[in-house]
């Protein structure tokens, strides 16, 4: 069983391996998988391999009623050991834990102002037809 600390590290990284696994894109766009469910991730951070199988309705306001799937996440080693699972059978303590949420963490920055570029250039796009006018 786990402590307290053990738990707090747990939520961290799960919610780190959603950030690193999603490119930042934490909430799934319901526009694009209208009826996916479950869906599964795998992305290589270091000498690891992070995975994450999702149940895509537990993770937004859908129209449709969430299924009972839960959200696993998992950090494997390149030799195949399990550093992290999120279901609460494997935590390896150890300073790696901080160096991926400080990875997750770049990884949402990075996304966020792709975001505000984005943001940006459609703002531009929109305004472009008055740009000669002088007020």
Same mark, same amino acid.
């Given at each position: 069983?786990?402590?307290?600390?053990?738990?707090?590290?747990?939520?961290?990284?799960?919610?780190?391996?959603?950030?690193?696994?999603?490119?930042?894109?934490?909430?799934?766009?319901?526009?694009?998988?209208?009826?996916?469910?479950?869906?599964?991730?795998?992305?290589?951070?270091?000498?690891?391999? $992070?995975?994450?199988?999702?149940?895509?309705?537990?993770?937004? +306001?859908?129209?449709? %009623?969430?299924?009972? =799937? #839960?959200? @696993?996440?998992? $950090?494997?080693?390149?030799?195949?050991?399990?550093?992290?699972? +999120?279901?609460?059978? %494997?935590?390896?303590? =150890? #300073?790696? @834990?901080?160096?991926?949420?400080?990875?997750?963490?770049?990884?949402?920055?990075?996304?966020?102002?792709?975001?505000?570029?984005?943001?940006?250039?459609?703002?531009?796009?929109?305004?472009?037809?008055?740009?000669?006018?002088?007020?």
């Amino acid at each position: 069983m786990w402590g307290l600390e053990a738990l707090n590290q747990s939520r961290s990284l799960l919610d780190a391996i959603i950030i690193v696994v999603t490119d930042g894109k934490v909430e799934p766009d319901c526009k694009d998988d209208r009826n996916l469910i479950h869906k599964k991730y795998s992305k290589k951070w270091e000498k690891c391999t $992070i995975k994450l199988v999702r149940d895509e309705m537990d993770r937004s +306001s859908y129209e449709l %009623a969430p299924s009972k =799937g #839960p959200t @696993i996440g998992e $950090i494997l080693f390149e030799d195949g050991s399990l550093l992290y699972k +999120s279901d609460g059978s %494997a935590l390896r303590q =150890g #300073p790696w @834990i901080e160096r991926f949420i400080a990875y997750s963490k770049d990884v949402q920055k990075k996304y966020a102002q792709q975001q505000q570029e984005k943001l940006k250039k459609k703002k531009e796009e929109k305004n472009k037809p008055f740009a000669d006018i002088d007020f």
